[in-house]
């Protein structure tokens, strides 16, 4: 023991030495911050800022990338039928799925929290989805929605006339459940998180003054939770970009058009090496996103004041 005390020694008399050190230099507590997140944003910088720098550049530039060409490539872009089919789908399918996602996933986070039992069980079921690569969600689609698969089998056998699924209108829907399929479980941890955090003296005060359980939802747990819907909101909103992936390997480049979303267009103008649109549409978009998150955020803030 005395020899292990020896060689630790060192290391103790420099750990007091620095601490000292450090202090008395009194160096403002913002500047200690900012050199602890001066790693992470070195990273932001190289891999995100710098190169979204640049895309705003070349969206001013010709296609040679050598001569200003102003607001050209932005007019092009919104005059491209492709970007106005793009762009309104996947408004649409934004508008459409958040909210759904949103109210679902409470609906089954509220139901499990008022379990006394199972919770663990519940909560592993819902994220199964989560788990499945994607490459095996495709195969299963295609098994079931495919012409010759088993919902049409089903059909047939009453009967009626099967239905292309992905490739006519009720596309739009399959896509609206797959989000929702695979997204519901990971809202769920997220309200419960937020459920668990809600004081439990909040309940106790609202059922001795006689609440009931609509009001206790209406004027404790809601309250609660605003924190949390911006969180929830946000991760929901970013996930929305990320079903391009079904999309893609269910329905292939050019999917029926209720299903043509901003991601399809960006990887044709890639593939094509459209280099000038695919900029403009980058900025258009990042400038969209930034404003629907600041309201959000603004609202958020609003809220809580």
């Given at each position: 023991?005395?020899?292990?005390r020896?060689?630790?020694q060192?290391?103790?008399?420099?750990?007091?030495k620095w601490i000292?050190?450090?202090?008395n230099k009194?160096?403002?507590?913002?500047?200690?911050?900012l050199?602890?997140?001066?790693?992470?944003?070195?990273?932001?910088?190289?891999?995100?800022?710098?190169?979204f720098?640049?895309?705003?550049?070349r969206?001013?530039l010709?296609?040679?990338g050598?001569?200003f060409?102003?607001i050209s490539n932005?007019?092009?872009?919104?005059q491209?039928?492709a970007?106005?089919l793009?762009?309104?789908?996947?408004?649409?399918f934004?508008?459409i799925?958040?909210?759904?996602l949103l109210?679902?996933?409470?609906?089954c986070a509220?139901l499990?929290?008022?379990?006394?039992?199972?919770?663990?069980f519940?909560?592993?079921?819902?994220?199964f989805?989560?788990?499945?690569p994607?490459?095996?969600?495709?195969?299963?689609?295609?098994?079931?929605?495919d012409?010759?698969?088993?919902f049409?089998?089903?059909?047939?056998?009453?009967?009626?006339?099967?239905?292309?699924w992905?490739?006519?209108?009720?596309?739009?829907g399959v896509?609206v459940?797959?989000?929702?399929?695979?997204?519901?479980g990971?809202?769920?941890?997220l309200?419960l998180a937020g459920l668990?955090?809600?004081?439990?003296e909040?309940y106790?005060a609202?059922?001795?003054?006689g609440?009931?359980?609509w009001?206790?939802f209406?004027y404790?747990?809601?309250?609660?939770l605003r924190?949390?819907v911006f969180?929830?909101g946000?991760l929901s909103l970013?996930?929305?970009?990320k079903?391009?992936?079904e999309?893609?390997l269910?329905?292939?480049?050019?999917p029926h058009?209720?299903?043509?979303?901003m991601?399809?267009l960006?990887?044709n103008w890639?593939?094509?090496?459209?280099?000038q649109?695919m900029?403009?549409?980058?900025?258009?978009?990042?400038?969209?996103m930034?404003?629907i998150m600041?309201?959000?955020w603004?609202?958020?803030?609003r809220?809580?004041e």
């Open positions: 023991m005395k020899a292990i020896n060689w630790m060192p290391f103790r008399q420099s750990k007091q000292p050190t450090v202090r009194k160096v403002p507590k913002w500047v200690l911050g050199l602890f997140l001066a790693p992470s944003l070195l990273g932001v910088a190289v891999f995100v800022l710098v190169p720098a640049d895309v705003v550049r969206s001013f010709d296609a040679m050598k001569e060409a102003g932005y007019e092009s872009v919104f491209n039928e970007f106005q793009a762009a309104g789908n996947t408004i649409k934004i508008l799925c958040i909210p759904l109210l679902v996933s409470l609906v509220l499990i929290n008022g379990l006394k039992g199972y919770q663990e519940f909560k592993t079921t819902f994220l989805p989560m788990a499945i994607v490459a095996s969600v495709v195969l299963l689609w295609r098994l079931f929605l012409r010759n698969g088993f049409n089998e089903g059909v047939r056998l009453f009967g009626l006339s099967p239905v292309d992905m490739n006519s209108e009720k596309a739009f896509l459940f797959t989000y929702l399929w695979k997204n519901v990971y809202d769920m941890i309200w668990a955090a809600i004081p439990k909040r106790e609202a059922s001795v003054d609440a009931g359980r009001q206790t209406r404790v747990t809601l309250p609660g924190s949390s969180v929830i946000i970013v996930n929305c970009f079903v391009f992936r999309a893609y269910i329905a292939g480049d050019y058009e209720s299903i043509y979303m991601q399809h960006f990887n890639f593939v094509s090496l459209d280099i649109k900029t403009a549409a980058s900025v258009v978009m990042a400038i969209v930034l404003v600041s309201l959000v603004y609202r958020n803030e809220s809580q």
